[in-house]
């Protein structure tokens, strides 16, 4: 009985620990001057509430200023009422620069967005070639090309690469976050091992039973032992007919 007491406990323990963290650290939605208008004006402009809600941001209580900077508690009041100058006030009070606002942030600006929490990973990315070449603007993939901006996830390797890349052969060997120089030499020896792989499995098998190292003058030595067995066999089968005769 008591052994029983003991694991509901436990059992309770966990729930509770499991439910804890995606509620303790949320500042409660229905507060957020952000999501409470973006939600009100719907369409486009509610999509990213849609999309982070449930994200791993949202579930570890990361909410749009956190990313987007601005004011976040500015009294609306009932939305539905709110005239159009009162409306206009409070966007421009909860989305100013004075409140440190970014929109949508581009080049290194998106650097320093995510670095606020995530500075390892951005040092690892900005040192590599495609980081290099995000920032230096030459077709380089931001962050949130390959982990999106509101509802995070990792990249779908090859699909996430194919808008860029015409040959993934090998991608989902490598690591896209640190792609540098010595990454082009192994990818290069990775594809070369796929092709040679490829070209074996291509190659018709002379011989099923045997493997496929024998060489040409071993499979005629075989061939050639073969034929003399079966030269054999009948050379005895005719003498015992012959015999019968
Ligand atoms: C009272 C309404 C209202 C509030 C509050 C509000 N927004 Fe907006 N937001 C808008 C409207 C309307 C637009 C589109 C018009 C525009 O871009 O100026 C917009 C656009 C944006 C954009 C896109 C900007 C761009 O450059 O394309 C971002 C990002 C954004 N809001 C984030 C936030 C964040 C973060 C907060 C809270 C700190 C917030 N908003 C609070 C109404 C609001
Ligand atoms: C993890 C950081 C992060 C959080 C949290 C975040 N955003 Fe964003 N948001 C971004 C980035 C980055 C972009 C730029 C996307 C791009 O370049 O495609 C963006 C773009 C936008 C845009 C422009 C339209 C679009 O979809 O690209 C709006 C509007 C917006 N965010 C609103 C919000 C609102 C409202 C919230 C809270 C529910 C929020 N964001 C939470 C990082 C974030
Ligand atoms: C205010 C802090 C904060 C900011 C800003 C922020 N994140 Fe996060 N992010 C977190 C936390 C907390 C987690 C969940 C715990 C973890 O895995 O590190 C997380 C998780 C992630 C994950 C999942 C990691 C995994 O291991 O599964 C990705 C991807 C991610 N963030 C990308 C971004 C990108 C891209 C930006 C910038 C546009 C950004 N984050 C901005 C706090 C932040
Ligand atoms: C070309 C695609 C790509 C780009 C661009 C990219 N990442 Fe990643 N990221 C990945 C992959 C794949 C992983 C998982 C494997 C790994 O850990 O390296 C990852 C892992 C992460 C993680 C989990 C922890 C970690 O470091 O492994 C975070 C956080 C993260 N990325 C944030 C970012 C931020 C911030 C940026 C922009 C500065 C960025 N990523 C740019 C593909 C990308
Ligand atoms: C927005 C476009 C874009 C996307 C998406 C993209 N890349 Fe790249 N990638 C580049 C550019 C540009 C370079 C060239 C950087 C340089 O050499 O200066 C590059 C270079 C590379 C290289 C080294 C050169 C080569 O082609 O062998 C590898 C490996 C690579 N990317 C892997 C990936 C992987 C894996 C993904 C998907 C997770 C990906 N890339 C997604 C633009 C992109």
Known sequence: MMKNE?????????????IYPSTAHTRPESQSACITCHEFIGGDLAKPVLNWKGSIHQQNG??????HGGNADVKLGNIKQLSQEKFAARQALAMSKANDFIGVPTGKAMFD???????ESVDRYKNSLMGKAYLNNTGGPSCVACHRAHRNSMPDVPKDCESCHKNTTG???IDPMSVSRTTVISL???RIKIAE?????????LLA????????????FVA???VLILFMIGYIVFMILEKRR
């Open 6 to 18: 003991k694991y509901v406990l436990m059992a309770f323990a966990a729930i509770m620990l499991f």
């Open 62 to 67: 990361i909410t749009c200023d956190a990313c």
């Open 113 to 119: 967005m995510c670095s606020q929490c995530h500075s």
């Open 171 to 173: 991608f989902d060997q």
């Open 188 to 190: 290069s020896k990775i």
């Open 197 to 205: 792989e490829k070209a074996k499995g291509k190659k018709p098998p």
């Open 209 to 220: 039973e045997f493997p496929e190292e024998l060489g040409s003058f071993q499979i005629g």
């Open 224 to 226: 050639f032992g073969a």
